[in-house]
């Protein structure tokens, strides 16, 4: 017998996962090299380890609630753009220096494909039918590139902004190809990094690795914590001290809104001597179904909505908030000593998190079923895993109106975070942008559109100021700013004040177009 297979058949009869070979015979030659090839990278005695941990957390954790050792997030460490607008400019301009200095990087969890969406391909990909048809990726790019403009214009030095891209193994070629077929979306290419996270196999109840077909292991993306073991496994943190990093903005693929790169963001964790923060928005109903950054004895987490009752859930502050309201969006700052620190010292204590899963599976006999209620798990980590590390941690709430529509499911009736939500988010965004910078919009029969909607409280200021800017009936006005010509609403007086405009309203590098007249 060839001694790879023999060693093979030892290791895996050591780790009680013998069975993974029951179908060896009726395998193919290639089918067999690439099964091998599979498990001669696979760590099983480890696996088996994080299999016995991840069981014992989770089902020592199972019935308990988190609600008697919560304690909301103390005002000292929040930042908000509601509470301390007179500090706004000075984060801002602060954050852009850091870039202007090539000190900031932003990282991207880009493993997700759109399966939710109905489509097999990554979901930065997916176009939520923008009068441009621009795709998550290049609604990122462009931001990225204009933040590096506005950095250049203050400070009168070329910077760069270098983009980390983190695929899983089902996404990375699919996303190289298309940012090289996209010619990187204006960016250089030896600024953007890509780099996979690692894949863990999915297992019985009784630690059994699960085989998805007679020669193909089933496995899964290990979550978005995976992240720190995968900067370290591929030299993502040597390129970054390489570059002179010292910041990085981590965030998810899938909110429409993100501000890459957020300077005011960036410049408030740095003036409060962070290394980790979270961004926050407001949760406003207790029932939504969001993870709340707290602490949790004494140390900052993210606890999730199934974690607590609802009476805490329901708890109210003296001004009315809910008490656990900052509601966590995936989108974090880090130093990079503190990252480095996560990387080489803490990440190996992460526990992994334990997700029962449907997974199909191939039986005795070698049939494959698909099964109607969960018949193993997942293994994953979290980005927010790491919090409790932080000396300094801090919170920073921004308006969810402005900054936080994610893309997950498919367009339906009354649906959630869909391409549909996603476009009117934007839409709504950019309409907000016009009329701030003195534009109005009049409709097909000259009428200027009011700016607060006819059937809300009319003349009510809420604690921005804008946030009911909107136009007067349930549907956005089409309205498409590209992020080439403003990042956040700046720079757009020159262009539209005093000036009224029929949707669909296009403004890009090309100047501004009216679509159609007259109507749809």
Same mark, same amino acid.
């Given at each position: 017998?060839?001694?790879?297979?023999?060693?093979?058949?030892?290791?895996?009869?050591?780790?009680?996962?013998?069975?993974?070979?029951?179908?060896?015979?009726?395998?193919?030659?290639?089918?067999?090299?690439?099964?091998?090839?599979?498990?001669?990278?696979?760590?099983?005695?480890?696996?088996?380890?994080?299999?016995?941990?991840?069981?014992?957390?989770?089902?020592?954790?199972?019935?308990?609630?988190?609600?008697?050792?919560?304690?909301?997030?103390?005002?000292?460490?929040?930042?908000?753009?509601?509470?301390?607008?007179?500090?706004?400019? $000075?984060? %801002?301009?602060? =954050?852009?220096?850091? @870039?202007?200095?090539?000190? !900031?990087?932003?990282? #991207?969890?880009?493993?997700?494909?759109?399966?939710?969406?109905?489509?097999?391909?990554?979901?930065?990909?997916?176009?939520?039918?923008?009068?441009?048809?621009?795709?998550?990726?290049?609604?990122?790019?462009?931001?990225?590139?204009?933040?590096?403009?506005?950095?250049?214009?203050?400070?009168?030095?070329?910077?760069?902004?270098?983009?980390?891209?983190?695929?899983?193994?089902?996404?990375?070629?699919?996303?190289?190809?298309?940012?090289?077929?996209?010619?990187?979306?204006?960016?250089?290419?030896?600024?953007?990094?890509?780099?996979?996270?690692?894949?863990?196999?999915?297992?019985?109840?009784?630690?059994?690795?699960?085989?998805?077909?007679?020669?193909?292991?089933?496995?899964?993306?290990?979550?978005?914590?995976?992240?720190?073991?995968?900067?370290?496994?591929?030299?993502?943190?040597? $390129?970054? %001290?390489?570059? =002179?990093?010292?910041? @990085?903005?981590?965030?998810? !693929?899938?909110?429409? #809104?993100?501000?890459?790169?957020?300077?005011?963001?960036?410049?408030?964790?740095?003036?409060?001597?962070?290394?980790?923060?979270?961004?926050?928005?407001?949760?406003?109903?207790?029932?939504?179904?969001?993870?709340?950054?707290?602490?949790?004895?004494?140390?900052?987490?993210?606890?999730?909505?199934?974690?607590?009752?609802?009476?805490?859930?329901?708890?109210?502050?003296?001004?009315?908030?809910?008490?656990?309201?900052?509601?966590?969006?995936?989108?974090?700052?880090?130093?990079?000593?503190?990252?480095?620190?996560?990387?080489?010292?803490?990440?190996?204590?992460?526990?992994?998190?334990?997700?029962?899963?449907?997974?199909?599976?191939?039986?005795?006999?070698?049939?494959?079923?698909?099964?109607?209620?969960?018949?193993?798990?997942?293994?994953?980590?979290?980005?927010?895993?790491?919090?409790?590390?932080?000396?300094?941690?801090?919170?920073?709430?921004?308006?969810?109106?402005?900054?936080?529509?994610?893309?997950?499911?498919?367009?339906?009736?009354?649906?959630?975070?869909?391409?549909?939500?996603?476009?009117?988010?934007?839409?709504?965004?950019?309409?907000?942008?016009?009329?701030?910078?003195?534009?109005?919009?009049?409709?097909?029969?000259?009428?200027?559109?009011?700016?607060?909607?006819?059937?809300?409280?009319?003349?009510?200021?809420?604690?921005?100021?804008?946030?009911?800017?909107?136009?007067?009936?349930?549907?956005?006005?089409?309205?498409?700013?590209?992020?080439?010509?403003?990042?956040?609403?700046?720079?757009?007086?020159?262009?539209?004040?005093?000036?009224?405009?029929?949707?669909?309203?296009?403004?890009?590098?090309?100047?501004?177009?009216?679509?159609?007249?007259?109507?749809?």
């Amino acid at each position: 017998m060839d001694p790879i297979v023999s060693e093979l058949i030892q290791r895996l009869a050591d780790a009680g996962q013998s069975h993974l070979l029951q179908f060896w015979g009726d395998l193919s030659p290639e089918e067999q090299a690439n099964l091998t090839l599979d498990l001669q990278g696979m760590d099983l005695q480890e696996i088996n380890g994080f299999f016995k941990n991840a069981m014992e957390t989770s089902s020592s954790s199972k019935h308990e609630k988190m609600d008697n050792r919560m304690e909301p997030v103390p005002r000292e460490v929040l930042g908000s753009v509601t509470r301390d607008r007179e500090c706004l400019k $000075d984060w %801002e301009l602060a =954050g852009l220096n850091y @870039i202007s200095q090539s000190k !900031v990087a932003v990282l #991207l969890l880009a493993g997700g494909q759109g399966t939710r969406l109905g489509v097999s391909y990554p979901k930065g990909m997916y176009d939520v039918g923008l009068p441009s048809h621009k795709t998550l990726f290049q609604i990122q790019a462009e931001r990225i590139l204009k933040l590096q403009q506005l950095a250049e214009q203050k400070h009168k030095i070329k910077c760069c902004i270098p983009w980390y891209i983190m695929t899983s193994g089902r996404t990375m070629e699919s996303t190289k190809e298309f940012f090289s077929r996209h010619n990187y979306f204006g960016l250089n290419k030896n600024n953007i990094i890509f780099f996979q996270q690692g894949m863990l196999p999915a297992m019985d109840y009784s630690g059994k690795i699960i085989l998805e077909s007679k020669g193909k292991l089933s496995m899964a993306p290990d979550g978005n914590g995976g992240l720190y073991r995968a900067l370290g496994n591929q030299g993502i943190m040597d $390129d970054m %001290e390489r570059r =002179g990093i010292e910041f @990085i903005h981590v965030y998810c !693929v899938d909110n429409i #809104l993100v501000k890459v790169a957020d300077p005011a963001f960036v410049g408030f964790c740095v003036q409060k001597g962070a290394d980790c923060g979270a961004k926050v928005v407001e949760k406003t109903n207790p029932t939504e179904a969001v993870g709340v950054v707290c602490k949790v004895d004494g140390r900052y987490q993210v606890v999730e909505y199934s974690e607590i009752t609802l009476g805490t859930a329901e708890k109210r502050s003296a001004d009315g908030r809910l008490m656990f309201n900052a509601g966590n969006v995936a989108n974090h700052f880090f130093s990079f000593s503190f990252l480095r620190d996560v990387v080489q010292k803490y990440e190996p204590k992460l526990q992994h998190h334990v997700a029962q899963k449907k997974i199909p599976f191939v039986d005795a006999q070698g049939q494959l079923v698909k099964p109607d209620k969960p018949n193993g798990i997942k293994m994953e980590k979290f980005v927010f895993d790491i919090f409790q590390f932080a000396k300094t941690f801090v919170v920073y709430e921004v308006l969810r109106e402005d900054e936080f529509s994610p893309l997950k499911n498919a367009d339906s009736q009354d649906g959630k975070d869909t391409p549909t939500t996603a476009r009117h988010a934007l839409m709504s965004l950019h309409h907000r942008w016009v009329l701030n910078a003195g534009g109005h919009f009049i409709d097909e029969n000259g009428r200027r559109v009011p700016a607060i909607p006819r059937g809300g409280a009319t003349g009510s200021v809420t604690d921005d100021g804008n946030r009911n800017l909107k136009d007067g009936t349930d549907l956005p006005i089409k309205c498409e700013i590209s992020p080439l010509v403003s990042y956040g609403g700046e720079g757009l007086e020159e262009l539209v004040k005093r000036r009224e405009f029929h949707p669909t309203l296009m403004i890009d590098e090309n100047g501004v177009h009216e679509l159609v007249k007259n109507g749809v």
